[in-house]
């Protein structure tokens, strides 16, 4: 909650309850949002004079834990396919890292225009340049894959599509269990075939409800919540659903994405 808290006094400083933050946080939400349609991006000055001769691929997921992936020593088996990538040495694991918001809309803005101090006094994140342009002034063909939303999110406007050349959304995809799967093959098409490409994916990921983003025959462990299901005090069929949603949004991705060219 940023520059919008300097213009209407609403935010109650100190611990609220859930719905009073919750009505709070989408406040300041769409304020914010209007402030910032005020503002336009900073142009950057400088173009690559060549064309780049290999291909970029930037994945931003959804909902997951650190704790749940058995590639950080979870024990249940929920990302196999990265351990083998690893294991051979392709594959550089970070480990730990903090998401900068609980919201993806403020996260995903401050990764993609480098603004990295919240509350946005400055609001920078809608005049610094973004990862687009970047790409763009390195004459890279920009490509945008969000697999859920139907426009490009906050804290990009129309004015950002100038430097985006292919932009997917989630109406384009399909919203199912299978939207992430979609995109990885479409990229992994785009990658085999051509070069010079810097490609954006926003997941659908393991967002809630859990299990209405994987397929009933992909539950390896069960039982689980039903699809419908966002809030839950049942534990097991939880926690079961939602490493499911791990290893079919992550695991399953990233092996249709990495497939050997035939």
Not at 116 to 122: I, N, S, V
Not at 184 to 190: F, I, K
Request: glycine share 6%; hydrophobic share 40%; aromatic share 12%.
């Amino acid at each position: 909650l940023y520059a919008s808290e300097q213009l209407l006094k609403i935010y109650a400083r100190g611990p609220s309850v859930s719905l009073p933050s919750f009505f709070r946080a989408v406040s300041h939400l769409g304020l914010e949002q209007l402030t910032l349609a005020q503002f336009s991006r900073q142009v950057l000055p400088f173009r690559a004079e060549t064309l780049p001769q290999n291909n970029v691929v930037f994945i931003l997921d959804e909902s997951v834990r650190y704790d749940h992936l058995s590639l950080n020593g979870y024990g249940r088996p929920t990302t196999p396919f990265l351990e083998q990538l690893q294991a051979d040495g392709v594959l550089q694991n970070w480990g730990l890292a903090v998401s900068g918001a609980t919201c993806s809309l403020h996260s995903g803005a401050m990764l993609f225009t480098g603004v990295d101090e919240l509350p946005d006094k400055t609001y920078a994140l809608r005049r610094w340049p973004s990862i687009f342009q970047y790409a763009k002034a390195m004459n890279y063909t920009v490509h945008y894959f969000d697999g859920e939303a139907d426009k490009l999110r906050f804290p990009f406007g129309a004015d950002d599509l100038i430097y985006i050349d292919h932009a997917v959304f989630k109406s384009d995809l399909g919203f199912d269990h299978n939207t992430d799967l979609r995109i990885a093959d479409q990229v992994a098409t785009l990658l085999a075939g051509s070069t010079g490409n810097f490609v954006v994916v926003l997941k659908r990921g393991a967002h809630f409800p859990y299990s209405a983003t994987f397929p009933n025959e992909q539950a390896i462990w069960t039982p689980i919540l039903a699809p419908d299901v966002i809030i839950s005090d049942d534990s097991e069929r939880r926690i079961n659903a939602y490493d499911n949603a791990i290893r079919h949004n992550i695991n399953n991705f990233f092996e249709r994405l990495l497939v050997e060219p035939a």
